[in-house]
């Protein structure tokens, strides 16, 4: 999680500055309440709540994807297009330590923070199902077999996304 948290602090000082504000200028812009919050995040001292990397990214007009993952737009474009692509996306925010599906977490300031995941749409539900009897049976299973069954699941939803 330190690692992380260096990288995203840094990518955030580095869009800071490519949009030429200073952290007085940031803190303003998102309604953050002190500077030190921003030096924080960008020493990798402390993270930015789920609520603020919403705000960060829509202000600066970046991706989270980018923001969180280092993920860039362009011919490597890691966008969700199948059902597939969402479940790895989800993972990776899961695996990151930034994101618990379905559960609440303490931030660096002590406030709690929730984050769910879900969706009313019939075949993320039914993925999500899958994934959480998959997770479930983790601790049974030999780590080669779990990656194959996860594999597999996931190849199961390589198809594109209903838009409604």
Excluded: C
């Amino acid at each position: 999680m330190d690692k992380l948290k260096k990288e995203v602090g840094k990518r955030l000082a580095e869009i800071r500055k490519s949009k030429k504000l200073n952290q007085e200028q940031f803190k303003e812009l998102i309604g953050a309440p002190t500077v030190q919050m921003i030096s924080g995040w960008e020493n990798g001292h402390s993270f930015p709540s789920s609520n603020y990397l919403i705000i960060i990214a829509k202000t600066l007009d970046i991706s989270l994807d980018y923001l969180l993952l280092g993920r860039k737009k362009g011919s490597d474009d890691a966008s969700v297009r199948t059902y597939k692509d969402a479940a790895i996306y989800i993972t990776e925010l899961e695996a990151s330590g930034l994101f618990n599906l379905n559960s609440a977490s303490f931030n660096a300031y002590g406030n709690i923070d929730f984050v769910t995941l879900s969706s009313n749409e019939q075949t993320i539900r039914k993925l999500k199902q899958e994934l959480d009897k998959l997770r479930s049976a983790y601790e049974i299973m030999r780590p080669e077999l779990y990656k194959q069954a996860f594999t597999e699941l996931l190849d199961k939803y390589d198809y594109p996304i209903q838009k409604k």
